[in-house]
């Protein structure tokens, strides 16, 4: 992966999330832990926002992908919960990850290169940062397994749970609902090569297409 920029070099990133920029002044966008212990603001707008494929944040987040919002340090307050955040330097890059040692959660990432930025993840804000995450970083590491918006469909039997039904690299054998419900393998029941899920036409996904890189 090449080396990250040392600042976004994105300084006017469109920002569609909201229209009201000219109803100033904008209240600041809070964001706080899962626990709720850590709790932070920052000026809105964000400077900017993206998705991180990179294996780090990755892990970091234990999910397919990392999407952070940067804004510059000085306009990040941290507003409670302080003596419970945890730190790991990542000695590999000198990057710098804060959880909140009560619940885990990742709250924002420093990035050695980036001296003036705080990298904080979309999820934790309680509003609009101002900035759509429209940047990609290490698109190339994009996991073969990580949704990218394919149509999805209600899984007959199971309210709540939705599926691609039509993803060609599933085969029925890796299909534990099928399992569950009783219905039949096709490749054991002799009527074709995959379950049939009747009245479940309506695709509820965006039928967004993203490159898959690798
Ligand atoms: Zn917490």
Same mark, same amino acid.
């Given at each position: 992966?090449?080396?990250?920029?040392?600042?976004?070099p994105?300084?006017?990133?469109?920002?569609?999330?909201?229209?009201?920029? !000219?109803?100033?002044?904008?209240?600041?966008?809070? #964001?706080?832990?899962?626990?709720?212990?850590?709790?932070?603001?920052?000026?809105? @707008?964000?400077?900017?926002?993206? +998705?991180? +494929?990179?294996?780090?944040?990755?892990?970091? +987040?234990?999910?397919?992908? *990392?999407? %952070?919002?940067?804004?510059?340090?000085?306009?990040?307050r941290?507003?409670?919960?302080?003596?419970?955040?945890?730190?790991?330097?990542?000695?590999?890059?000198?990057?710098?990850?804060?959880? =909140?040692?009560? =619940?885990?959660? @990742?709250? %924002? %990432?420093?990035?050695?290169?980036?001296? +003036?930025?705080?990298?904080?993840?979309? *999820?934790?804000?309680?509003?609009?940062?101002?900035?759509? @995450?429209?940047?990609?970083?290490?698109?190339?590491?994009?996991?073969?397994?990580?949704?990218?918006?394919?149509?999805?469909?209600?899984?007959?039997?199971?309210?709540?749970?939705?599926?691609?039904?039509s993803?060609? !690299?599933?085969?029925?054998?890796?299909?534990?609902?099928?399992?569950?419900?009783g219905r !039949?393998?096709?490749?054991?029941? #002799?009527?074709?090569?995959?379950?049939?899920?009747?009245?479940?036409?309506?695709?509820?996904?965006?039928?967004?297409?993203?490159?898959?890189?690798?």
């Amino acid at each position: 992966m090449p080396p990250f920029p040392f600042e976004p070099p994105f300084g006017d990133a469109p920002d569609d999330e909201t229209s009201a920029k !000219k109803i100033a002044p904008l209240k600041p966008a809070t #964001g706080r832990c899962l626990c709720g212990k850590v709790r932070f603001e920052i000026d809105f @707008p964000a400077f900017w926002a993206w +998705h991180d +494929h990179t294996k780090a944040s990755r892990r970091a +987040h234990g999910a397919a992908y *990392a999407t %952070y919002v940067g804004v510059w340090k000085k306009r990040f307050r941290l507003l409670k919960g302080e003596a419970l955040i945890a730190r790991f330097e990542d000695k590999t890059n000198g990057s710098v990850r804060n959880f =909140c040692s009560a =619940c885990g959660t @990742p709250l %924002y %990432y420093e990035r050695a290169r980036s001296k +003036h930025m705080i990298n904080i993840p979309r *999820a934790l804000f309680e509003s609009r940062t101002g900035r759509q @995450p429209i940047y990609h970083i290490g698109i190339e590491e994009l996991q073969e397994w990580a949704y990218t918006g394919e149509p999805l469909v209600p899984l007959k039997g199971f309210p709540g749970v939705v599926w691609n039904r039509s993803s060609k !690299k599933r085969r029925v054998d890796d299909d534990p609902f099928a399992v569950m419900s009783g219905r !039949k393998n096709k490749r054991s029941g #002799g009527e074709g090569t995959q379950t049939e899920e009747p009245g479940t036409t309506s695709p509820i996904g965006r039928g967004r297409r993203a490159k898959r890189g690798g």
